[in-house]
């Protein structure tokens, strides 16, 4: 792989789903400049990925929250130290210079940093590809919808059968120019109560059926189902789930667990200078919740801190001691 660019950076964080995105913000108040890599070319993690419609009750402080608008947060607080983010981009190798990790990212490019923090939840996530997409040279399929105003007033079809498809029928129900859920099976995985709400909606839903062809020249225009109709498409949504693994990280010496890094109770990994938050991690008494991946963030960034500079303490004191 050809080296195009070397960037320094006092941490890089493996992962923007909602522990990344806190401890960006974590290491920003801690003074330390941030880089924040995802395979995925939205922020957000799974939130983004599977659920951004639905409603969190666990996040301390909300006694409920919408799954995008917590990200928004998330983003708009670590926002406030100006991260630096690489988006649909993989964190592909880890190498050692002068005793500090280089971080080789899969488009070439490198990062030299203090320390690296992983918090990729369970894994890279590679969405399934919709089969009928594989031949279509044009553009108007997508795999998730972090935004729904940006489908108003178009003609969205949905494939899948989950709760992502059906989430997002629900929400752009009432301002797409109409949606169609198409689902090659008559029983569907999403819950039953959502399921119900979007069958009252003015919501086509099309089982037993598969979408055969993408119709347009630059973009998607219209969608065959089953070989035979064909009905208007300006954006096909693949909600067809994501295979998730640990993809180059995997290669890179960590102790693992099956799926799960092995972590101590620093949140340091077996590797120098490299740590691990969240989903991803193991250790006796894991619990895995947004609201522990905070927690984790807040440790691992604290202790990378010390790692970075010696000089600096443990505890860097309480937020609202900040003068503003």
């Known amino acids: 792989m050809t080296e195009r660019s070397t960037a320094d950076v006092d941490l890089a964080i493996i992962g923007a789903g909602p522990t990344g995105l806190f401890a960006a913000y974590y290491a920003g108040f801690r003074g330390l400049s941030t880089l924040i890599v995802d395979a995925l070319p939205e922020a957000g993690g799974q939130v983004t990925a599977m659920y951004p419609e639905k409603m969190i009750f ?19 607080q670590a926002g406030a130290f100006d ?20 971080l080789g990212l899969g488009d070439g490019t490198t990062a030299r940093c203090g320390a690296v923090l992983i918090t990729g939840g369970l894994g890279s996530f590679t969405p399934r590809p919709l ?3 594989a031949d279509f040279a044009g553009t108007g399929v997508i795999f998730f919808v972090p935004d729904p105003a940006v489908l108003a007033g178009k003609h969205v079809v949905i494939v899948g059968g989950g709760d992502s498809a059906f989430d997002w029928a629900l ?9 169609t859920l198409v689902h090659r099976r008559d029983k569907f995985r999403a819950h039953a109560a959502t399921v119900a709400k979007v069958s009252a909606l003015p919501v086509r839903i099309v089982v037993n059926s598969q979408v055969t062809r993408l119709i ?7 969608a065959e189902l089953n070989g035979t109709e064909i009905i208007p498409a300006d954006v ?16 890179w010496g960590l102790d693992l667990r099956k799926r799960n890094i092995l972590v101590d109770s620093t949140m340091a990994t077996n590797l120098p200078r490299v740590f691990a ?25 604290n202790n990378a801190a010390i790692v970075i500079d010696p000089s600096a303490h443990l505890f860097p004191g309480h937020s609202s001691e900040d003068v503003v």
């Open 236 to 251: 096909v949504v693949a909600a067809l789930g994501f295979t998730a693994d640990l993809g180059p990280l995997a290669e």
């Open 171 to 179: 929400a752009l129900a009432e301002i797409a120019a109409s949606v």
């Open 131 to 133: 089969p009928a997409a």
């Open 277 to 301: 938050a969240g989903d991803i991690v193991e250790y006796p008494g894991k619990v895995r919740l947004i609201a522990t991946g905070f927690g984790e963030a807040a440790t691992a960034v």
């Open 216 to 222: 347009g020249t630059d973009r998607v225009e219209s």
């Open 83 to 102: 991260p630096a983010y690489r988006l649909g981009v993989q964190a592909a190798t880890l190498a050692y210079a002068d005793d500090r990790p280089v």
């Open 58 to 76: 666990d996040v301390a402080g909300f006694p409920q929250v919408r799954g995008r608008e917590l990200i928004a947060n998330l983003v708009a």
